[in-house]
């Protein structure tokens, strides 16, 4: 019963957007690959929701922002909450809205600066 518990608490990984795994089943390329992933993340400007009118909700989760919540912005200029887009970004690499690449965005703003 112990092992099915921790089994449940690990993290899970999608190494592909059709394949998940707890964290300690991944190979190592799927670790690095993952890691880079996060780096990529990471990168993205978090702030905090002002009211803007031009973003009212977020289109994962369809909940209306609140002032103060904490919300990602994409290169494209879409906004979401950071929960919702990094579990997003996880999968796939591109904006849930318009469909663009964050990782080329992410790569040409690094090659330009």
Not at 84 to 90: K, R
């Amino acid at each position: 019963m112990a092992s099915a518990v921790q089994e449940i608490l690990q993290p899970v990984f999608y190494p592909s957007p059709s394949v998940s795994r707890p964290a300690t089943h991944l190979t190592e390329e799927e670790q690095v690959k993952i890691a880079k992933r996060i780096g990529l993340i990471q990168h993205l400007p978090i702030g905090a929701y002002d009211g803007c009118k031009k973003a009212r909700e977020c289109v994962i989760c369809m909940a209306e922002f609140s002032v103060g919540d904490s919300v990602r912005y994409l290169p494209c200029m879409h906004t979401y909450h950071v929960a919702c887009i990094d579990d997003w970004l996880m999968r796939s690499l591109t904006c849930p809205s318009c469909m663009e690449p964050v990782d080329a965005a992410l790569l040409t703003s690094y090659e330009t600066s």
